[in-house]
């Protein structure tokens, strides 16, 4: 099942992309999303919201994607992610010294996609809000 | 190119990809494999000093010598690594095995690549079977099922039954799934299982376990691993299981008395991914007719031809519709709904079940 991407620039009180993410991420397409986000990144990205209102899974892979996600809008280049695990964890140092991530935020995750990230304690990486109206509120 | 009768050449490119996962720039231990005359073939990064322990086994191929691997480093754990290394040695002697095949049969590039692939993945799941399906232990007043089946892509999923070398000798009990696909995932797989072994053991819980099994991953190995993994221990006298949580789906608690079927909710992140996890245990008492569930997420993201996923819904209903069932009846129907609704779609990841029955009326 594809997964469709649509990608909005808003003006906030900082410019904001919205990437809304609709159907299932896994292993076929989460290294599209990688991709898609490295070029928002090089088209001059630096707030990335994350809508994952329509998301109607999120398999293993997908939070790998997620990872890497904030790899690449940190401005560092992700690296494979079949094996590059080492440096995913240099992201999770800076939750260990309490840095949230606040360049690349979370909203309109449904209760099934929620329950992964937490049960998995990747919630822990993001700021996450309801929706996309609050999160674009908060910048 | 080698002549008949002499080694193999390996293809340094596919066994630096294999190492990787051993890699990530640590001082602390090195993988390397060789060829026959000794020649480095493939390295997962600089070698430590030589004063470090090291470990190493030969490749062979029908008794052929074809080269060597060998682990160096202060981090090498007796107990630990030759269960790594042999699961790394025998993939590579598939490898070989597979390249010569290939290079004897048909001289054809594509062909020559595809079915080495074909076999590598064949054999790599042969050998997968080999390590996660143990025989379940006898364990007097319980009974034990399990069922796994791997995907068609190799996938991560292990787990294992056991008696832990304790006073009272209580019943081990441990369930995972490592991230990704791909012989990557295998091994990580083939490298976590004894380590988590050793570490429900050795610790004072379960917790404490996963947490020193973490630690490993994180700080100590720098070998990376993201893994979900549930880890309990059984008092077998008493019933009473403490379980600890690692980013895994909660396993399901099937009361005798007819209650509802919960959830045993309670845990903390994934391992290899924090450098805590701050998870505590969690207690269960097991009643006599009270059986516990343990699952990967194989089996609710199970998909059917037409898309849906089988959730948890299905397998409450599941097992539901098996109440009163041994652990071994009550996988059984997990497996034949999912099989049943899968019907002719593959199963994109590794399913596997395990049911811990406690015996007797409720």
């Known amino acids: ?139 | 190119m080698t002549g008949v009768g002499a080694a193999p050449a390996f293809d340094a490119e596919r066994i630096r990809a294999i190492l990787a996962p051993f890699a990530a720039g640590s001082e602390r231990l090195c993988v390397r494999v060789e060829d026959a005359r000794g020649d480095v073939v493939a390295t997962s990064g600089d070698m430590p000093r030589s004063a470090s322990p090291s470990l190493s086994r030969e490749l062979r191929v029908d008794g052929a010598l074809v080269g060597r691997v060998v682990a160096t480093g202060p981090a090498i754990d007796e107990r630990l690594m030759p269960a790594a290394i042999e699961a790394l040695a025998v993939s590579l002697e598939q490898l070989a095995d597979a390249d010569r095949r290939a290079a004897m049969s048909d001289r054809d590039a594509v062909s020559r690549a595809s079915s080495a692939i074909a076999a590598e993945l064949a054999l790599g799941r042969v050998q997968q079977r080999t390590i996660v399906s143990l025989i379940a232990p006898d364990v007097g007043g319980y009974d034990l099922a399990s069922h796994y089946e791997p995907a068609r892509e190799i996938g991560g999923d292990f787990f294992e039954l056991f008696r832990l070398r304790r006073r009272g000798h209580p019943l081990g009990i441990v369930i995972a799934d490592v991230a990704g696909k791909g012989i990557g995932a295998a091994l990580l797989m083939a490298f976590a299982r004894p380590v988590i072994h050793t570490a429900l053991s050795a610790a004072s819980g379960p917790a404490d376990a996963l947490e020193r099994v973490n630690r490993i991953l994180v700080g100590e190995l720098h070998t990376t691993l993201f893994i979900t993994a549930l880890a309990g221990r059984l008092d077998v006298r008493t019933g009473l299981l403490r379980l600890a949580n690692a980013g895994h789906e909660p396993p399901l608690l099937v009361p005798g008395d007819g209650g509802a079927i919960r959830p045993v909710e309670g845990g903390g992140p994934l391992l290899g991914a924090f450098p805590e996890l701050g998870v505590g245990d969690v207690e269960v008492q097991l009643e006599p007719g009270d059986r516990l569930v343990l699952y990967t997420d194989g089996v609710t993201d199970a998909r059917n031809p037409a898309g849906e996923r089988f959730g948890k819904k299905r397998l409450l209903d599941a097992l539901e519709g098996a109440r009163g069932a041994t652990a071994h009846d009550l996988v059984a129907t997990v497996r034949d709904g999912v099989e049943a609704f899968c019907g002719t779609t593959d199963p994109a990841d590794d399913v596997t079940i395990v049911a811990v029955g406690r015996q007797g009326a409720a």
């Open chain 1, 1 to 139: 099942m594809a997964m469709l991407t649509r990608v909005e620039r808003i003006e906030a009180a900082v410019p904001v992309t919205v990437m809304a993410l609709d159907g299932e991420l896994d292993a076929s397409n989460y290294l599209q999303l990688v991709d898609d986000v490295r070029q928002l990144y090089a088209d001059g990205t630096r707030n990335l919201l994350l809508d994952l209102s329509d998301l109607s899974f999120i398999a293993s892979s997908g939070l790998v994607a997620l990872f890497s996600v904030v790899k690449v809008m940190n401005g560092e280049e992700p690296p494979d992610p079949e094996y590059g695990w080492g440096a995913f964890r240099e992201v999770s140092r800076g939750v260990e010294t309490g840095a949230v991530q606040r360049n690349v935020q979370l909203c309109g995750a449904p209760p099934s996609v929620a329950e992964v990230l937490q049960r998995t304690g990747l919630d822990r990486l993001f700021v996450s809000h309801p929706d996309r109206e609050s999160a674009l509120a908060s910048y």
